[in-house]
């Protein structure tokens, strides 16, 4: 087994941090260190299913890049007809079964097609169409929804799952945990900017997104906020964008590190420690009339 020196990024000892998998960290300091894949089980001392879970985490985490095969087949989606439904045989009517339950409510005929597409032509186990029903109902549920989401709405998470190859219990595990921590992570990030009583829109999430994917400390955060603030009267997302990115540029990740950046004798305060120039206050202002 190699013994290669191992250099973390901060980034991804805060994804590792936050997806408290043991199992996946110790396997991502294994594989960092030069080690194949095809000898973990052994070196590591784990089972093959707890071997799948810690590397469905890295995957998910984006931390192992290992090409996993998808289940989406190339050309057109095909289309079923009564028949094709009629004749899919007794464990699919099972799983209609199974479906109506989870979803609370009758399914018709164009959900059972749109079903038989989830097992024909994507490949998803019976088990992981369960998993990602449930995922999506809690995903409504939480977004305010009364009613369960349609079949329709489903299939469309269904072909996002394919394409990521989650087609496994160990994958999709390892992807609703990922999305828990991320969402977690986006709402103390919301809590840290005075966000209350609604969801961010997609331009700010990319952002936010953005700034945990750099991982910086929350009270790195807090520390742009309130530079931004400062400086322009209120939360404007391109300017502390701004400032997040020139200290990600310099290194700056701790709050330690920001002020410390200030501190320095002889030397000009870190990129993102002074107010932006008029130039770059207009230069936001154009993209954030362009959004």
């Avoid at 973990?40 to 985490?57: D, I, N, Q, V, Y």
């Avoid at 390892?174 to 990030?189: D, G």
């Amino acid at each position: 087994m190699n013994f290669e020196a191992v250099n973390l990024e901060r980034a991804d000892v805060n994804k590792l941090l936050s997806a408290a998998n043991a199992d996946a960290a110790l396997l991502y300091i294994y594989l960092k260190s030069g080690n194949p894949m095809t000898g973990a089980e052994g070196a590591l001392h784990m089972s093959a299913s707890r071997l799948g879970c810690a590397g469905a985490t890295l995957r998910q985490l984006g931390l192992w890049t290992e090409e996993k095969h998808t289940h989406i087949p190339v050309g057109e989606r095909p289309c079923y007809s009564e028949q094709d439904v009629l004749s899919a045989g007794e464990s699919f009517q099972s799983l209609c079964d199974e479906v109506q339950r989870l979803l609370g409510r009758p399914i018709h005929s164009e959900d059972r097609k749109i079903l038989l597409g989830f097992v024909n032509y994507l490949g998803l186990p019976r088990e992981v169409i369960s998993v990602l029903i449930s995922y999506c109902r809690e995903k409504a549920r939480q977004k305010g929804k009364i009613k369960a989401p349609t079949l329709f709405a489903i299939e469309k998470e269904a072909y996002a799952w394919a394409e990521r190859g989650i087609d496994t219990l160990e994958e999709a595990a390892a992807f609703i945990q990922a999305e828990n921590q991320r969402s977690s992570r986006l709402h103390r990030l919301m809590g840290l900017l005075q966000i209350r009583g609604r969801s961010l829109t997609a331009a700010e999430a990319r952002y936010a997104n953005a700034w945990l994917e750099m991982g910086f400390e929350e009270d790195v955060i807090s520390m742009a906020y309130e530079k931004t603030c400062l400086n322009t009267g209120g939360l404007n997302w391109p300017y502390m964008n701004k400032i997040l990115q020139r200290w990600h540029e310099a290194g700056l990740h701790t709050a330690e590190a920001v002020r410390n950046g200030d501190r320095k004798p002889g030397t000009a305060a870190p990129a993102g420690q002074r107010q932006l120039d008029a130039d770059e206050i207009a230069a936001i202002q154009r993209m954030m009339r362009e959004e």
